[in-house]
């Protein structure tokens, strides 16, 4: 069976951190484009940072410079770094693993972050 398994959510001060990991069971990751997504309450799911198979990252302009993004192939993980959290990052962080061509196809079932002031 193909999972993907969020970890490492939880409650935090504004200005806190928190490493979200991502791990694959059933397929490779360095073979895919992985994604972290958002979604707050009564919001739409947006889309935060992705690396490609290439390790390449983009990330959304809000969290530019705070988080970062990575692989560990050896582990099959991937890793969201999240620093100087904010109260509006509060959500339900999803992973998601896909190809240039056919988009996000694999998800996970979240995790939550809850950034208190």
């Known amino acids: 069976q193909v999972l993907l398994a969020e970890s490492g959510g939880g409650l935090v001060q504004t200005g806190g951190s928190l490493r979200l990991s991502c791990v694959a069971s059933?397929?490779?990751?360095?073979?895919?484009?992985i994604g972290w997504f958002r979604q707050a309450p009564g919001k739409e799911r947006e889309f935060v940072a992705e690396i490609s198979r290439d390790s390449l990252t983009y990330y959304t302009d809000s969290i530019k410079g705070r988080f970062t993004i990575s692989r560990d192939n050896s582990k099959n993980t991937v890793y969201l770094q999240m620093n100087s959290l904010r109260t509006e990052e509060t959500a339900i962080y999803y992973c998601a693993a896909g190809t240039a061509s056919g988009g996000y196809s694999l998800w996970g079932q979240g995790t939550q972050v809850t950034v208190s002031s």
């Open positions: 059933g397929l490779i990751l360095s073979s895919y484009t």
